[in-house]
Antibody, heavy 120, light 107 residues
Framework: QVQLVESGGGVVQPGRSLRLSCVAS????????MHWVRQAPGKGLEWVAV????????YYADSVKGRFTISRDNSKNTLSLQMNSLRAEDTAVYYC?????????????WGQGTLVTVSS | AIQMTQSPSSLSASVGDRVTITCRAS??????LGWYQKKPGKAPKLLIF???SLQSGVPSRFSGSGSGTDFTLTISSLQPEDFATYYC?????????FGQGTKVEIK
């Protein structure tokens, strides 16, 4: 069965960096685009970033552009999100999700999320 | 970026009620829209893709309609497990954008 397991969350001071990972299993990881989506406490869902199945293209939300970098290692079935210059408003649960081209790139599987808290 | 406007932001309904949630896009997005259910402490769940296609395993009481700029999610007979927050997400272009959510509460 498809599984996505995020890790790397924690408490970090403003201005510092953190790297999130998402390990995929149960499907051919290298064939799917992958996304990060976040939800701040008490707020709605916010799309963060996407990376093409082969890593050839990436897009970001304006709120994280220039600070966050999405990447993947298809040999290790792993998706990553490098988060630099973190701000209090980046505090959120971060989810990785699979984009399914057969469903017009809808996000059909999600991990359980990892909490990032940016606080001094 | 495309703006997605959902309404209402919250609603109260009873078990067995018919519930309708709407989502309006700031430009034509064809049928490139999905609906997601979010419960506290749980991962979001895809309900509908391509505006009207039911995701495998999702009960048939959920349905989606619309194209262009106006979309609707309907729950034909609300069940206890349906109390949650619902989001639309445009899949037309990047950056992807969610609606602000509709919280469905028990009346």
């Amino acid at each position: 069965q498809v599984q996505l397991v995020e890790s790397g969350g924690g408490v970090v001071q403003p201005g510092r960096s953190l790297r999130l990972s998402c390990v995929a299993s149960g499907f051919t990881f290298r064939s799917y685009g992958m996304h990060w989506v976040r939800q701040a406490p008490g707020k709605g869902l916010e799309w963060v970033a996407v990376i093409w199945y082969d890593g050839s293209d990436k897009y970001y939300a304006d709120s994280v552009k220039g600070r966050f970098t999405i990447s993947r290692d298809n040999s290790k079935n792993t998706l990553s999100l490098q988060m630099n210059s973190l701000r209090a408003e980046d505090t959120a649960v971060y989810y990785c999700a699979r984009g399914n081209t057969a469903m017009l790139n809808a996000l059909d599987y999600w991990g359980q999320g990892t909490l990032v808290t940016v606080s001094s | 970026a495309i703006q997605m406007t959902q309404s209402p932001s919250s609603l109260s309904a009873s078990v067995g009620d018919r519930v309708t949630i709407t989502c309006r896009a700031s430009q034509d997005i064809r049928n490139d829209l999905g609906w997601y259910q979010k419960k506290p402490g749980k991962a979001p769940k895809l309900l509908i893709f391509a505006a009207s296609s039911l995701q495998s395993g999702v009960p048939s009481r959920f349905s989606g309609s619309g194209s262009g700029t106006d979309f609707t999610l309907t729950i034909s007979s609300l069940q206890p497990e349906d109390f949650a927050t619902y989001y639309c997400l445009q899949d037309y272009n990047y950056p992807r954008t969610f609606g602000q959510g509709t919280k469905v509460e028990i009346k």
